[in-house]
């Protein structure tokens, strides 16, 4: 990724530590064309990407906010989050 080997964990030596490919990845701004070598059939192939917003399916960082929730028949329904 980006100059980056990766192994095949995902991890890659970055700053000199082993460190997940999303530190590589946030060292680029979102918009940026980015290189990666990738696998296929075989074959080392060389693919351009241009890097999107993260859209997360689970929102993230609601520390300080009040869960949203309700109760019906004795069961607690609210919304999925990473805390």
Do not use: K
Request: glycine fraction near 10%.
């Amino acid at each position: 990724f980006n100059g980056h080997q990766l192994d095949e964990l995902g991890f890659s030596d970055l700053f000199g530590r082993r460190l997940h490919f999303g530190a590589a990845r946030d060292l680029c701004r979102v918009g940026s064309n980015v290189e990666l070598e990738v696998w296929r059939d075989g074959n080392v192939q060389t693919v351009h990407q241009v890097l999107q917003p993260a859209q997360h399916l689970v929102p993230r960082g609601q520390y300080d906010m009040r869960p949203r929730f309700f109760i019906v028949g004795g069961l607690v329904f609210q919304p999925l989050s990473n805390e």
